[in-house]
T-cell receptor
Framework: GENVEQHPSTLSVQEGDSAVIKCTYS??????FPWYKQELGKRPQLIID?????GEKKDQRIAVTLNKTAKHFSLHITETQPEDSAVYFC???????????FGTGTRLLVSP | NAGVTQTPKFQVLKTGQSMTLQCAQD?????MSWYRQDPGMGLRLIHY???????DQGEVPNGYNVSRSTTEDFPLRLLSAAPSQTSVYFC????????????FGNGTRLTVT
């Protein structure tokens, strides 16, 4: 089955810096890659997703890139703010298979 | 819309006890699922359902049962709780369309002593 690895497990940055979180997946048939943000004590919420027919997608300060050949995808957050502090999860799934497999999460801390 | 509603929010069980975690959604979503969240291990899929009357196993199904008698409800049953089942449990739902986003409930924190 699919396996998703996520790095780093913890990331500390200064406000205004950029943050990059990386994930790799094992199943070359995976073609949907969402990212979820989970604030302390809250539920995970979708922040951005990308499909395998697209190499990059942006939404304001957030961008996701996908390298299908290398089987890895990354989340980029620019101009970080303290409210970006949270745990971020990447995930992967195969169209037609209803299993979304998550990475182990990255705790991002943005210091003022 | 209330979205995905989970009850209870907190629960403490003794080893060997049974209980049911409730999950209901009012978005007419075909797909529903249960995840458990443990420190350092992310979210792991327990069971899922693609529609009423249909259920299937995820990554970590042992010790858990599910059923889907209606579109709205997807309860998770622990038949004989074990300390290893101490975790935060999330129910999530989505439309049946491929690659549609998951909507999570607020979670149930379960402690088994």
């Amino acid at each position: 089955g699919e396996n998703v690895e996520q790095h780093p497990s913890t990331l500390s940055v200064q406000e205004g810096d950029s943050a990059v979180i990386k994930c790799t997946y094992s199943d070359s048939a995976s073609n949907y890659f969402p990212w979820y943000k989970q604030e302390l004590g809250k539920r995970p919420q979708l922040i951005i997703d990308i499909r395998s027919n697209v190499g990059e997608k942006k939404d304001q300060r957030i961008a996701v890139t996908l390298n299908k050949t290398a089987k890895h995808f990354s989340l980029h957050i620019t101009e970080t703010q303290p409210e970006d502090s949270a745990v971020y999860f990447c995930a992967a799934s195969i169209t037609g298979f209803q299993k979304l497999v998550f990475g182990t999460g990255t705790r991002l801390l943005v210091s003022p | 819309n209330a979205g995905v509603t989970q009850t209870p929010k907190f629960q403490v069980l003794k080893t060997g006890q049974s209980m049911t975690l409730q999950c209901a959604q009012d978005m007419n979503h075909e797909y529903m699922s249960w995840y458990r969240q443990d420190p350092g291990m992310g979210l792991r899929l327990i069971h899922y359902s693609v529609g009423a009357g249909i259920t299937d196993q995820g990554e970590v199904p042992n010790g858990y049962n599910v059923s889907r008698s209606t579109t709205e409800d997807f309860p998770l049953r622990l038949l004989s709780a074990a300390p290893s089942q101490t975790s935060v449990y999330f129910c999530a739902s989505k439309t049946g369309g491929a690659n549609s986003p998951l909507h999570f409930g607020n979670g149930t924190r379960l402690t088994v002593t």
